[in-house]
């Protein structure tokens, strides 16, 4: 399937992706001091990973810091990442973040003290030091806009990708879709009747800009048109795969 020199399991550090997630996520689930808010568009984010969020007057959370006896109360930020294309279980991660807020002119700044991701491998703790340190993944603004297009526009180049894949981890497949992709590389969802899987292909090199995607996965396609044709994909769909 490929050298395994060049890493082909390499996959984003848990930090770097934990920064693409705080960077793609447009909203976010915030409870601090009882209260819990759901916002929408009304955050960003620092290089360094602080979280301003601008809400309204009324807003229970502006109430929370300004009354707060330290003027700083404890909150947490929970951000969802979800897969662009439609497919099972698109959430593909979950990001929390416990600290504090401070009031700034009209805005609140939330300083994290603890960092944890989820993803379907488990939950890890995220070290603070490389969480400020990290930035985000560099195709993060364009993964949605690459994946739906080769969703939509090329499943033939999709289904010749599964010539990459362990024969084993089709077996029963009905559907496979795009599911994520970065600078090291693309992740497939591999959809069975009543179950799912997710494989990997790691590029020879990573991708620092969408010119350097497109050689990445030229190179996927080419080792995967010399690659042995695996059993056609099972066309029937279930209910399960709307």
Request: proline content about 5%; charged content about 25%; aromatic content about 4%.
């Amino acid at each position: 399937m490929g050298d395994d020199s060049q890493g082909w399991t390499a996959a984003p550090a848990a930090a770097e992706r934990a920064r693409s997630v705080l960077a793609a996520a447009w909203s976010c689930s915030v409870t601090a001091e009882g209260t819990r808010e759901e916002l929408v568009g009304a955050h960003t984010v620092t290089e360094d990973g602080r979280v301003l969020v601008t809400v309204p007057e009324d807003s229970a959370l502006l109430a929370a810091a300004i009354c707060a006896p330290r003027g700083e109360p404890s909150a947490v930020l929970e951000f969802a990442d979800v897969a662009p294309v439609p497919l099972r279980n698109r959430i593909r991660a979950r990001l929390w973040l416990a600290g504090w807020f401070t009031v700034e002119e009209d805005r609140l700044v939330f300083r994290p003290t603890r960092v944890v991701l989820r993803q379907s491998s488990g939950a890890v703790v995220v070290d603070l030091d490389e969480f400020t340190a990290a930035v985000p993944d560099p195709l993060t603004t364009a993964e949605a806009r690459l994946l739906t297009h080769l969703a939509d526009c090329h499943a033939d180049a999709v289904e010749r990708l599964t010539r990459l894949v362990d024969h084993d981890s089709l077996h029963g497949a009905v559907r496979v879709q795009p599911l994520g992709v970065d600078r090291h590389g693309l992740t497939l969802r591999i959809e069975r009747a009543r179950a799912h899987g997710d494989v990997r292909l790691a590029f020879h090199t990573p991708a620092d800009d969408v010119a350097q995607l497109t050689e990445r996965m030229h190179v996927l396609l080419g080792q995967a048109s010399a690659a042995s044709c695996p059993r056609s994909l099972q066309r029937q769909r279930t209910d399960g795969d709307r």
